[in-house]
């Protein structure tokens, strides 16, 4: 019972962490049509600013200045290079935050070498947030799910009770419009996608301690949170927080689950049979449980094409 307690709050955690990374990527594309295939190397930078900054400043003030470098570099992205490509279509922002992944990731290695970093929790923090049974939960982990809800719930205050929401949604839809209002559209499009960065800038501060902070890390989570925003439907913040949840305790229960088709076959006396075939019946699910969010992913572009919680078109 304790195993299956605990597999639940790690599986909750990890969703929470995929939904820090994947709010900004939901934020930018429902806001701004942009799906930018950067956006995890924003989430990279975050773990790389506050690992540089931390001896300096300290590891609370380090992670706040990630989260801010991240949203500058993010403007500077929209200012100096998505702005003059947006009128060409997607086809050429994808390709433009392509090629971006690929020099920040080289910048990376060029700075700090192609191995992970040094980044850990510090001592204050790396202590049992409580014990169930024999086993102690991180405080740690208990934070960045913190973190998250508080950015979730922000979020979604922010753009549906705040004039501040009123005027990115209008900048949005009626763009004509809101610059007759009064109200500058361009430089609406470059704070939401600087919002966007720090978002994942913060992912990644908060993240990079607990996890491995190496020149990879964009590519091991940014698919994930492509996986994300399908699933849970594209521009919906609900439906990636649904989704986050859904995928990491899905993935989480099925690390522990050392059992196979041929195991369920043997119930009704057909195990030696599938034994005999093998292949994917003798595969265990522990072994497939990367592969679980593909398969979910799959399954919703099948069954609603639009995610959990999109909009039809």
Not at 108 to 129: E, Q
Not at 206 to 213: E, H, K, L, P, S
Request: some cysteine; glycine content about 12%; proline content about 3%.
């Amino acid at each position: 019972m304790d195993t299956l307690v605990f597999s639940l709050l790690n599986g909750t955690v990890y969703g929470l962490l995929l939904f820090m990374v994947s709010a900004g990527l939901t934020l930018v594309f429902g806001m701004m049509g942009v799906l930018n295939f950067a956006h995890a190397s924003f989430y990279m930078l975050g773990a790389y600013f506050a690992y540089t900054l931390q001896g300096l400043v300290g590891f609370g003030p380090a992670v706040v200045a990630a989260t801010l470098l991240s949203g500058a570099v993010g403007l500077v992205v929209e200012r100096c290079f998505l702005r003059r490509v947006h009128h060409h279509g997607h086809a050429h922002e994808l390709l433009l935050t392509f090629g971006l992944s690929f020099i920040i990731a080289e910048a990376i290695k060029l700075f700090f070498g192609n191995h992970p970093v040094d980044y850990r929790i510090p001592p204050a923090l790396d202590v049992a947030a409580f014990t169930l049974g024999r086993q102690q939960y991180p405080a740690y982990r208990v934070l960045m799910a913190a973190v998250a809800l508080a950015m979730f719930g922000v979020l979604w205050l922010l753009l549906t009770r705040t004039r501040i929401g009123i005027v990115v949604r209008a900048a949005i839809h009626k763009p004509r419009m809101a610059q007759a209002l009064g109200h500058n559209v361009q430089l609406v499009f470059m704070g939401v996608f600087g919002v966007g960065a720090a978002l994942a800038g913060l992912a990644g501060a908060i993240a990079g301690a607990f996890y491995t902070t190496n020149p990879n890390m964009a590519l091991e989570v940014g698919v994930m949170a492509f996986v994300v925003v399908v699933v849970g439907g594209l521009g919906s913040l609900g439906g990636a927080m649904l989704a986050s949840l859904l995928i990491g305790i899905v993935t989480s229960l099925a690390v522990g689950v050392d059992r196979s088709l041929a195991d369920l076959l043997a119930v009704v006396g057909a195990g030696a049979w599938a034994e005999g075939i093998g292949g994917l019946l003798t595969l265990k699910l522990s072994s497939l449980a990367a592969t679980l969010p593909f398969a979910l992913m799959l399954l919703i572009l099948l069954v609603r094409p639009s995610g959990l919680m999109g909009e039809k078109a």
